[in-house]
Structures are given as structure tokens and as C-alpha cells.
Nanobody
Framework: EVQLQASGGGLVQAGGSLRLSCVAS????????IGWFRQAPGKVREGVSC????????YYEDSAKGRFTISTENAKNTVYLQMNSLKPEDTAVYYC????????????????????WGKGTEVTVSS
């Protein structure tokens, strides 16, 4: 059974940083693609970043590029999201999940792989 437990969220001022962690079980991070998604109040959940272990490729949603960095620690079966230069619009509940990349019209879309969502971690960025 796939299980994912995200942590590391909190309240931070604009311009600050947070590092999210997610421990995975039921699959091996080293052998799969895993990423981060977020859902802001009143909005649809969206893909933020995806790490494809097979070739080490990383993908980011446009607003995350240059500010967020995804990484994994295989020994701990854990994925991280380092978030710098945070903005109030980054406020959301963040979830980790297995991901897939769908290429449409030359644009890389981060898609949820279909597993049940685990517990998210709340990030609040104050202005």
C-alpha cells in the first residue's frame, strides 16, 4: 500500500524559506517518479514539482522555477522540497505523491499518478 507523509510546513514571512519532507512507503523513491502538489484555498490542486528517478529529470511548475528545488534521499525513501523566496501566493496545503509528466503543446504538465492522497502539510506565507 502506497503511503506518503508530508511535513515541514509552517508560517513564514514573504521572502523566507521552508523545507518540506515526505517519507514514502509502499514503493521505492529510487525506482519511481515522485513530486509535490499543492492546493490553495478555493483552488484546484496543482502539480508543483516532479522528480523522475529513472533519468534524474526534474520538472517545476512555472511559478516555482528558480525558487523551489526538489531532491530525494534514497536511503530514507524521502523526497524534499526546498522553497526559497516564498510569496503569499505560495500559501497552500502541500502534498507529495507519485507523479507523471504529460507533455502537451511543448509544455510539461505535472500529473498525479493516481495514488490516494496522503496527509498534506500547510504552508502559510504572510506579506
Amino acid at each position: 500500500e502506497v503511503q506518503l507523509q508530508a511535513s515541514g510546513g509552517g508560517l513564514v514571512q514573504a521572502g523566507g524559506s521552508l523545507r518540506l519532507s515526505c517519507v514514502a512507503s509502499g514503493f521505492t523513491v529510487e525506482d519511481d517518479a515522485i513530486g509535490w502538489f499543492r492546493q490553495a484555498p478555493g483552488k484546484v490542486r496543482e502539480g508543483v514539482s516532479c522528480f523522475v528517478s529513472s533519468d534524474g529529470s526534474t520538472y517545476y511548475e512555472d511559478s516555482a522555477k528558480g525558487r523551489f528545488t526538489i531532491s530525494t534521499e534514497n536511503a530514507k525513501n524521502t523526497v524534499y522540497l526546498q522553497m526559497n523566496s516564498l510569496k503569499p501566493e505560495d500559501t497552500a496545503v502541500y502534498y507529495c505523491a507519485r507523479c507523471r509528466i504529460l507533455i502537451e503543446g511543448g509544455h510539461d504538465n505535472i500529473q498525479h499518478a493516481g495514488d490516494a492522497w496522503g496527509k498534506g502539510t500547510e504552508v502559510t506565507v504572510s506579506s
